[in-house]
């Protein structure tokens, strides 16, 4: 069982603030948008890692990558809609790994 210090230390332990401390129950929650805001989670995962009696004990918190989600940004000065530059941007990968397909189809004869 931690202590409300650790759990705080584990809080303040992710550069991207994805923990918070319930003030009710005293646990470790998720914040809102926390999947979508976690990029770097390694701090964490040192700061529990040093926190356990036994390195084989199980871990106080989780973070594991989504293998269903892509998160990006896009930014725009507002001259185009961030929807626009982002299918105008496919359009030009699509176009660029069929040019890659043919020269690799040439290769192969």
Known sequence: MLTLEQKQELVEACPDRILDLDEITGNLVAVENAYEMATFTE????????MKKRPEDD?????VQSTDKFVFTVESTGAVD????VLSSLRVLKDRLNYLAAEVEKLKD
């Open 43 to 50: 701090d964490l995962k040192v700061a529990q890692e040093a």
């Open 59 to 63: 871990d106080f918190v989780n973070v």
């Open 82 to 85: 961030a929807e626009d530059i």
